[in-house]
């Protein structure tokens, strides 16, 4: 293995590519520090929401209506109903309990399971791929090397859900219900907030990121019952880097995971996807709390 | 936690509650047991009924049934499905009929040796066959030997499970363990003298990130010094398996400027790395690309993912070699399935009619009279006439050619086709000063 200068190797194409590794992992992120940060719970079976997104949109596309953003539409939405339901009926049960935490983490587990098998059932254990919309499929030719325009709508959609998000939260009222019952569930309770409607509601909007994330994701890689698997653990990574429960922290965390998996192949051979764990040790040796930290941040 | 708390007290007299109750109501307690016991008595019968009987030849076969490279068990499964059809519709095996029970290893070590064994000491077969992926195949060869029971891999291709146990440090070859199928280092012989051809000097491979991924890499380097290819390799990427998006390896290589490409991946993904190489312009900027598990494939996906012009290699041709055997089996294939058979389906093909002569000339289904059958057999099939080495290795040849549409067909083929002798003088003289084995 050599290890030749280090400018030329790196082209606008691996910028692109890293940034779209990391808009789709900010998309499934920020829904998984979301609900973290709001309500205490550590959602495993995001990653399965995320595949989840993906097959609606691919099943909707392929035999409903030809029509990609229709069909990511419907792939985030139905997530975010089936992410409601199951914080309705499997985890809302748990909150008042002692080991609130650990059986969360158990009941969303399961729910990784139940997911994983589920897509298994319905649409068998191959692999799928899409082609982009229409509009955006075509390639684009910048310093020498050669990307798929579709990423640019991909990070574009990312800043633009980051942003979208940040208004919420800091400058409407739901925003800043989900503010005051992150820092303080009791007061807000007192104070009459409906906590475990607001709680729905922030589990189906995390769920709806997730849905969207692998809606998007769709037509830049191959849909396997492992896609849930796979990226979870991405997910969890930028979330302890960027600091669990903060936004920007997620979107920061995310940029940097996607440039390492699209930089690290360049300078290794294999392995590379040991990189973002790494990085993930030197946070929490030397910046436990993450590099931000708090709902709104 | 707060253990004398009333609550918690009284949970846990709820708790004994139920379990009293439980344990109080005998007749629920009987029915079970009797259930139970039923249970336990079908499951005996079925053992009786389903393993050991002498009027049927049981094999079992071990192939990736699902995830990523499915379709490989598929193929397999149509291979088995026609030469057991076609073998009881003409009297058998010694007037016995052949029953094949096929098993999924998911592409997990782990699973295929809990199915081989639960296939042995269950279902007591008389033979096994199988495999797809050479990781497995690495860890299945010894248990194959401490089970005592012949397995024909019919795909998976590592050479070291036909490299006798101490020739190289990764050797697993024993009496018990066969390959009809052609393995690693007949294909990448073929790598590199289909590299010989090509107007290309730099090298670069994209392969999956286990044994067959480096494996792949390391005999075609050492086939290009052998045959004195003037090649110079200059970039190398494994991604995992199962990688969903290949794009920052696809531009390593790229960025890389090789003249050509040997890529061993295979399955879904290879598919995946296609369509996504094509999204970044790699046919247009890569000369050539190889394909060394092109066929297997192509043949067996949705569409025609190879790029026509690329070149690719196939462990059996359906046209090559041009003789009675292969065409019928094409045909036949082509007429049940309406695909043309890959070399999946027709390596497993093989292994029924490999355990049907070895019985049939034997008079045997025990263990040492298989092993004895195999060890040196001459056999002919749809792949043509070959024998087994020394090292339990079918001689059959190495087959790459240029990946081009046929409108007969409605499929890819490979036209022209060049098959190349590889047996083992020709190996051994190809790979020079090599550390590796011939595996053959």
Redesign the interface.
Known sequence: MSLPSLVPLIGVADVVIGLSLGSRLFLIAVGLSLIFGVLGVLNFAHGGFYMLGAYVTLAVVTGLIDNFWIAAVAGALAVGVVGATIEFAAIRPLYDRVDADLDQLIVTFGFVLVIHEAVRFIWGSGSYSIDPPDVFNFSVSLGGSTFSAYRLVVIGLAIAVLAGLWLFITRTYFGSLVRGTSSDREMASMLGVDVPRLYTGVFFLGSVLAGLGGALSAPLQSTSPALGDQVIIDAFIVVVIGGLGSMSGAFVGAMLIGMMQSLGPQFISAGSIAIPFLAMVIVLLFRPEGLFGGIGE | ?VAGSPDNENKRNRNRDIDAGSESRSPVGRRRFLQAAGAGATVALAGCSGGGGDDVVRLGATYIL???A??YGEAAERGIEMAQAEINDNGGIDGRDVEVIVRDTEASADTAIQQMRSLVEEDNVHGLFGLDSSGVAQAVAPQAAQLEMPFMITHAATPFVTSPEGEHEDSVGNDYVFRDSNNLTQDIYGAARTAAELDATEWATIGP?YAFGYETWDYFQDFCAGLGVDAEFT??????L?T??Y???I??I??AEPDAVLTPLWG?DL??FI?QAE???WFDQIDHTLFSVGMGTDLASDGNPLPEGEYASTRYDPFAPDTEANNAFRDAYYEEYDALPTYNAEGAYRAVYLYKEAIESSGSTETSALVDEFTGMEHSGPVGDYRFSETNQATVSSIWGTVTYDDEWESNVLDPVNVYDAGPDVLSEALGDSDLPAGI
């Open positions: 936690m699902s995830g990523f499915s379709l990130d970039a190398e990427q494994f991604p995992p199962e969903g998006d794009t920052p390896y531009s390593s790229l960025d879904a598919t995946t369509g999204d970044a312009g």
